[in-house]
């Protein structure tokens, strides 16, 4: 990896509905990541963390939301989101890895 543990790299793991429903049908997993990590560098550590194959990583950038605080307005960070699809009959259980 570019200098990164696989710890650091995968940030958490996105839990929504649209996540759950893309983990049912297509056998895709969603990841917040370091903004710095590759494709390459996300497709080591899932496979590292989870002992899984992976087939496809995609990824992209998500712009921080603009915030009001009172008056003031904020800017939440941007932060980087990968969608990981695995291998058939590979399979990721995500309840037990957050406990």
């Given at each position: 990896m570019s200098g990164l543990h696989a710890f650091s790299v995968i940030?958490?793991?996105?839990?929504?509905?649209?996540?759950?429903?893309?983990k049912e049908k297509?056998?895709?997993y969603v990841f917040e990541t370091?903004?710095?990590?590759?494709k390459t560098d996300i497709r080591r550590a899932v496979e590292e963390l989870f002992?899984?194959?992976v087939e496809r990583?995609?990824?992209m950038n998500v712009q921080g939301k603009t915030r009001r605080y009172g008056r003031n307005t904020?800017?939440?960070?941007?932060w980087k989101k990968a969608?990981?699809?695995?291998?058939?009959?590979?399979?990721?259980?995500?309840?037990d890895q957050t406990a």
């Open positions: 940030v958490r793991p996105l839990l929504t509905e649209r996540s759950t429903i893309m297509y056998n895709q370091d903004r710095a990590a590759t002992k899984v194959r990583v995609r990824t904020g800017q939440r960070p941007d969608i990981v699809t695995l291998e058939k009959g590979q399979k990721i259980d995500l309840a």
